[in-house]
């Protein structure tokens, strides 16, 4: 399937400046902690100092998870279950369970 066929079907979502201005933070952040993550094995830097900013990456990459995922049951999902559709909640239960493995 070539490029743009893909671009022309990808779904998008209409976002807050709030809510952009708060993934988009949160998400700098983690990449902070992956490029600290990287420089301290390049300088040698303890293994347990290493797991414990490996573990404050993770708990700062489910912090991002969780709130876009209550954004989005508290808006794509409820909108369309007010609606009379259950599709997206079928989707974000699939969704769920590929989070939880």
């Given at each position: 399937?070539?490029?743009?066929?893909?671009?022309?079907?990808?779904?998008?979502?209409?976002?807050?400046?709030?809510?952009l201005r708060d993934l988009v933070?949160?998400?700098?952040?983690?990449?902070?902690q992956i490029r600290g993550i990287k420089g301290m094995l390049e300088k040698d830097a303890y293994c347990v100092d290493i797991l414990n900013q490996v573990a404050a990456a993770?708990?700062?990459?489910?912090?991002?998870?969780?709130v876009l995922l209550e954004n989005h049951m508290r808006s794509c999902v409820a909108e369309d279950i007010r609606e009379g559709r259950d599709e997206k909640l079928e989707e974000v239960l699939k969704t769920l369970q590929k989070l939880m493995k």
């Open positions: 399937m070539d490029t743009e066929a893909e671009c022309s079907c990808m779904r998008t979502k209409e976002r807050s400046e709030e809510e933070h949160r998400l700098n952040r983690v990449e902070g993770s708990s700062a990459l489910n912090s991002f998870t969780r």
